[in-house]
């Protein structure tokens, strides 16, 4: 097996039952692949392999304390890996298979790495929707660690492409299935004995969270990394990032929303979830642009609109 540091040939190849099986394959040898979820691409490693998921964290660059996204097929694989309450139940029957992750605690005996969880005793675990993840799942008979298939910190990929613009070379295998359908990744909520805390706004809405649980969700934010995304930096181009901009500076890329026309616009019509949709590529396009610095547009922090300004906010960040 190469290493994951090694250069590599990165092969892209359009999914369909020949990928699928080679990808299969592949998380068998202990090896990672990217492959599309409904919400961006996903670096897919065997869960259960601690060796296999170092693969992730090497190819990636990613701080060891930030733990990783297990998907699973089934609420039965879900329940050998996390213990569910109540709440937990109410949210995989309303949301699974779909862009929500749970943090709840460790089932006893999860037959899941250590690194995966970043030695937490709780663990994120989602079941995806997407076919071409739900076929490499089927297919490997396996729990997946699949966090965005993308160099630590950098834009998430929603297209193969991305996938390849940054991990060419560390990687052997993209599954190519078009653009991803939700541009963001999950809604993230922490499952507790004092109740529900949404840890990562995404696709699916705190409101809709409330009303599928029957409880209130907090949005108190820890000091601890619990899931993925909370980083301050995070989601980041590699240019300087300008947010509520009206306008550009004369040396700014100005992405574009409802009436603010822009270089590019996530959405003309001023509709969010086009434009969460439309975000990473979005930024993809105006960090490959001439100009030095990146400028967006307000964006409605509402609904699936908290969710955009959250990875916004985080692109924005500089240490």
Known sequence: MPTPNSATETAIKPFDADTIADAAARIAAGECVA???ETVYGLAANATDGKAVAGIYAAKGRPSFNPLIVHVATMDEARKIARFDSAGENLAAAFWSGPLTLILPLAENAPIADLVTAGLDTVAIRIPAHPAMQALLKA???PLAAPSAN????ISPTRAEHVARSLRGKIGLIVDAGPTGHGIESTIVASRQHGLTLLRPGPITAEQIETAAGTPISTAKSETISAPGQLASHY???KPLRLDA???E??????GFGDIAGDSSLSPSGDLVEAAANLFAALH???ASARPQIAVAPLPDKGIGQAITDRLARAAHRD
Do not use: F, K, R
Not at 151 to 154: L, N, R, V, W
Not at 250 to 255: F, G, M, Q, R, T
């Open 250 to 255: 004369p040396d700014e890329w100005l992405i």
């Open 285 to 287: 396009e105006a960090d």
């Open 151 to 154: 160099a630590s910190g950098s």
């Open 236 to 238: 980041a181009p590699s």
């Open 35 to 37: 492959i599309p979820t």
């Open 246 to 248: 009206t306008d550009a």
């Open 140 to 142: 490997s008979g396996l």
